[in-house]
């Protein structure tokens, strides 16, 4: 375990930490071992910890616990949720932290002899009835999934899940890797297998370059054979991680990056998700948990890093935009310049790269054959495409801007979540339809979850005001706004589209009579320029057309006005029945059927808007920003 661990480390430095239930026998030694190597710890306990104490069965264990519970390097701390169900005792209990640890963790251990009292093929189709959250079930459900082993009550009673995971689940949960440990009683044959490791992924790994494994294919369990060196671990498990996992090391480096380099824009943008706490010093009594909300975040560290992580990758995001596509386009208003904002952005070069071009080739064409408008022809274009590869595709503003705006969102949800007393995991719920090169997002907000969720389970009182101030209402005046601004550009790069082609249609039209008036040829007699003039403009027409036609299909205007509609109508609808059930609370303070209403409609809440960014993320990679060269 001790080589393992140190392999894992030396593979993601800085990165890694782990997940434990500080349970007696393996799960402490492996707790007490990644202490030693300097590994944080996060402690999750199946109920609450005087409870669990006294599960075990010495005071050997109670003991253990308690110094790893305590210890100053555990990071993070909580005890899951009662599971209100009659006749169950304490099996919903495990059998919740146990799905719990499959969809949490990144890489699940399992110390293990691999045998299963209660297989699937024993209980056809039915859900578990023995051993419910043991280590057999654990994996099961990580392998073969939740539907066929998990029985809907425990999901029903439970806080921190929404749902089970459908029967037909595309998303991928993770490798495991099981170190063979028999028990006690085991035979000296079983014995002498102790140790033996074993591997078994659903993901891709770098030497597949993004193919993902076949879950039919048998066996999908690999036997890995290696000295008991750490290097040598480091080397073979090296080659079965998943690129995943490396995406989301660069995210974090990249995001500790941001931070270092851009504090004063980290900090603008966390005022984005909750306003820093007011000077109470100063400031009048104010009754609203809308008033309190800014405070309680301030008090709550885990909160707090949620905010941060979101300002960071908020930042990023919008410093690539800037990049990419900038403040300004056609119809849209021209900002006032400020820090970390660009007003034109490569997609106005690119853009504006097609009717420069036009104009040097046409000009060229008819008047004089001059190499130095052939040249800016060839030029404009070559800059446009070197820029292009150099720059935009090199350094991945397209990807920057669109991966980390994903996981900013995602990061609202989840910490509005954590601040409404919901300890659901959002990578539970997002990206669970989109693999592939959008997968390692839903991956990566696996640990932010934890910090989150920690956060619910031990909030006391609940901001409603503050939430549906600054989420619910902030979000619906967001996206009314952006709907103002984006209709107003869409009318404008159409209206200036229909302009041009009315006045191609009109130079065309006006050449032809000229012509045929004429005898089908303009006459000597008339000036160069006069004779040669309509041929540039109906070449160069078409092509300042394209320039207002690339804004409008880059920037999706017509896409976001459709989209962003429906989520300004969700979040006018989710105001409406917040202040009805906040109404409610008042007139009934402390009603547990209002206040799980309430709870429930920032789920659905959180949901719509996962899937609304879902949509947007796929709608923009479906057309990337390049140099158009048609």
Same mark, same amino acid.
């Given at each position: 375990?001790?080589?393992?661990l140190?392999?894992? #480390?030396?593979?993601?430095?800085?990165n890694?930490?782990?997940?434990?239930?500080?349970?007696?026998?393996?799960?402490?030694?492996?707790?007490?071992?990644?202490?030693e190597?300097?590994?944080?710890?996060v402690?999750?306990?199946?109920?609450d910890?005087v409870?669990?104490r006294?599960?075990?069965?010495?005071?050997?264990?109670?003991?253990?616990?308690?110094?790893?519970?305590?210890?100053?390097?555990?990071a993070?701390?909580f005890? &899951?949720?009662? *599971?209100?169900?009659?006749d169950?005792?304490?099996?919903?209990?495990?059998?919740?932290?146990?799905?719990?640890?499959?969809?949490?963790?990144?890489?699940?251990?399992?110390?293990?002899?691999?045998?299963?009292?209660?297989?699937?093929?024993?209980?056809?189709?039915?859900p578990? #009835?023995e051993?419910?959250?043991?280590?057999?079930h654990v994996v099961?459900?990580?392998?073969?999934g939740?539907?066929?082993?998990?029985? *809907?009550?425990?999901?029903?009673?439970s806080r921190?899940?929404?749902s089970?995971?459908?029967?037909?689940?595309?998303a991928r949960? =993770?490798?495991?890797?099981?170190?063979n440990?028999?028990?006690?009683?085991?035979t000296?044959?079983?014995?002498?297998?102790?140790?033996n490791?074993?591997?078994?992924?659903? &993901?891709?790994t770098e030497?597949?370059?993004?193919?993902?494994?076949?879950l039919?294919?048998?066996?999908?369990w690999?036997?890995?054979?290696?000295q008991?060196?750490?290097?040598?671990?480091?080397?073979?498990?090296?080659?079965?991680?998943?690129?995943?996992?490396? @995406?989301?090391?660069?995210?974090?480096?990249?995001?500790?990056?941001?931070?270092?380099?851009?504090?004063?824009?980290?900090?603008?943008?966390a005022?984005y998700?909750?306003?820093?706490?007011?000077?109470?010093?100063?400031?009048?009594?104010k009754?609203?948990s809308?008033?309190?909300?800014?405070?309680?975040?301030?008090?709550?560290?885990?909160?707090?890093?949620?905010?941060?992580i979101?300002?960071?990758?908020?930042? &990023?995001?919008?410093?690539?935009q800037q990049?990419?596509?900038?403040?300004?386009?056609?119809?849209?208003p021209?900002?006032?310049s400020?820090? =970390?904002?660009?007003?034109?952005g490569?997609?106005?070069w690119f853009?504006?790269?097609?009717?420069?071009?036009?104009?040097?080739?046409? *000009?060229?064409?008819?008047f004089?054959?001059?190499?130095?408008?052939?040249?800016?022809?060839?030029?404009?274009?070559?800059?446009?495409?070197?820029?292009?590869?150099?720059?935009?595709?090199?350094?991945?503003?397209?990807n920057?801007?669109?991966?980390?705006?994903?996981l900013?969102e995602?990061?609202?949800?989840?910490?509005?979540? =954590?601040l409404s007393?919901?300890? *659901?995991?959002?990578?539970?719920?997002y990206?669970?339809q989109?693999?592939g090169?959008l997968?390692?997002?839903?991956?990566a907000l696996? =640990?932010p979850s934890?910090?989150?969720?920690?956060s619910a389970?031990?909030?006391?009182?609940?901001?409603r005001?503050?939430?549906?101030?600054?989420?619910?209402?902030?979000?619906?005046?967001?996206?009314?706004?952006?709907?103002?601004q984006?209709?107003?550009? @869409?009318r404008?790069?159409?209206s200036?589209?229909?302009?041009?082609i009315?006045?191609?249609?009109t130079?065309?039209?006006?050449?032809?009579?000229?012509q045929?008036?004429l005898?089908?040829?303009?006459?000597?007699?008339?000036p160069?320029w006069?004779r040669e003039m309509?041929s540039?403009i109906?070449g160069?027409?078409?092509?300042?057309?394209?320039?207002f036609?690339a804004?409008?299909?880059?920037?999706?205007?017509?896409?976001?006005?459709?989209?962003?509609?429906?989520?300004?109508?969700?979040?006018d609808?989710?105001?409406r029945q917040?202040?009805?059930?906040?109404?409610?609370?008042?007139k009934?303070?402390?009603?547990?059927?209002?206040?799980?209403?309430?709870?429930?409609?920032m789920?659905?809440?959180?949901?719509e808007?996962?899937?609304?960014?879902?949509?947007w993320?796929?709608t923009?990679?479906?057309?990337p920003?390049?140099?158009?060269?048609?």
């Amino acid at each position: 375990m001790r080589d393992i661990l140190s392999a894992l #480390s030396s593979l993601y430095p800085d990165n890694l930490c782990v997940l434990s239930a500080l349970a007696e026998g393996a799960d402490q030694m492996v707790a007490e071992t990644a202490l030693e190597l300097g590994l944080p710890l996060v402690c999750v306990l199946p109920m609450d910890r005087v409870a669990y104490r006294a599960t075990m069965t010495d005071d050997d264990a109670r003991r253990r616990m308690d110094a790893l519970y305590d210890h100053p390097r555990t990071a993070l701390r909580f005890a &899951l949720p009662p *599971v209100e169900a009659p006749d169950q005792g304490d099996v919903l209990q495990y059998e919740q932290l146990g799905v719990f640890l499959a969809r949490q963790s990144h890489i699940l251990l399992a110390l293990w002899d691999g045998t299963d009292p209660d297989p699937r093929s024993r209980r056809n189709a039915r859900p578990r #009835s023995e051993k419910r959250g043991g280590t057999a079930h654990v994996v099961s459900i990580r392998t073969s999934g939740e539907f066929g082993d998990v029985g *809907v009550d425990m999901f029903r009673a439970s806080r921190i899940f929404s749902s089970r995971l459908p029967r037909l689940e595309l998303a991928r949960c =993770g490798p495991i890797l099981q170190i063979n440990t028999p028990r006690a009683t085991a035979t000296q044959d079983a014995v002498a297998q102790a140790g033996n490791v074993r591997w078994w992924s659903d &993901l891709s790994t770098e030497q597949a370059g993004g193919k993902l494994p076949d879950l039919r294919a048998e066996p999908l369990w690999e036997t890995l054979t290696v000295q008991s060196l750490a290097r040598t671990w480091a080397e073979i498990l090296r080659a079965r991680m998943p690129p995943d996992f490396r @995406f989301i090391c660069e995210a974090r480096a990249a995001l500790a990056e941001i931070r270092a380099s851009a504090p004063h824009l980290c900090h603008e943008s966390a005022g984005y998700l909750m306003p820093a706490p007011p000077d109470v010093s100063s400031s009048k009594p104010k009754e609203a948990s809308g008033a309190e909300a800014p405070g309680l975040v301030a008090q709550d560290p885990n909160l707090g890093r949620v905010r941060d992580i979101f300002a960071a990758a908020d930042t &990023l995001s919008s410093q690539s935009q800037q990049f990419l596509l900038g403040d300004w386009a056609p119809g849209l208003p021209w900002k006032r310049s400020a820090p =970390g904002r660009t007003r034109l952005g490569s997609l106005f070069w690119f853009a504006a790269a097609v009717p420069l071009s036009a104009i040097c080739f046409e *000009v060229y064409c008819e008047f004089g054959k001059n190499p130095a408008l052939l040249a800016g022809y060839a030029g404009i274009l070559a800059l446009a495409t070197g820029f292009y590869w150099l720059r935009v595709r090199r350094r991945q503003w397209q990807n920057l801007y669109q991966d980390h705006r994903a996981l900013a969102e995602a990061l609202r949800v989840q910490f509005f979540w =954590g601040l409404s007393g919901v300890p *659901v995991s959002v990578s539970d719920n997002y990206m669970r339809q989109h693999e592939g090169e959008l997968g390692w997002i839903r991956l990566a907000l696996r =640990g932010p979850s934890l910090l989150a969720m920690a956060s619910a389970l031990r909030r006391t009182a609940v901001p409603r005001q503050g939430v549906r101030q600054h989420w619910i209402e902030d979000q619906r005046i967001y996206f009314d706004r952006r709907i103002r601004q984006y209709k107003n550009a @869409f009318r404008f790069s159409q209206s200036a589209v229909r302009l041009l082609i009315g006045a191609l249609v009109t130079v065309v039209v006006g050449l032809l009579a000229a012509q045929m008036i004429l005898g089908r040829e303009l006459s000597e007699e008339w000036p160069e320029w006069a004779r040669e003039m309509p041929s540039v403009i109906i070449g160069v027409l078409p092509a300042l057309a394209a320039f207002f036609l690339a804004f409008r299909e880059l920037r999706l205007f017509e896409e976001h006005l459709h989209a962003y509609g429906q989520a300004a109508s969700v979040f006018d609808h989710a105001r409406r029945q917040s202040e009805d059930l906040e109404d409610m609370l008042q007139k009934n303070p402390g009603d547990p059927f209002v206040e799980e209403e309430w709870r429930n409609l920032m789920i659905v809440l959180g949901k719509e808007s996962l899937a609304e960014n879902a949509a947007w993320i796929q709608t923009h990679r479906a057309h990337p920003v390049t140099a158009k060269l048609g």
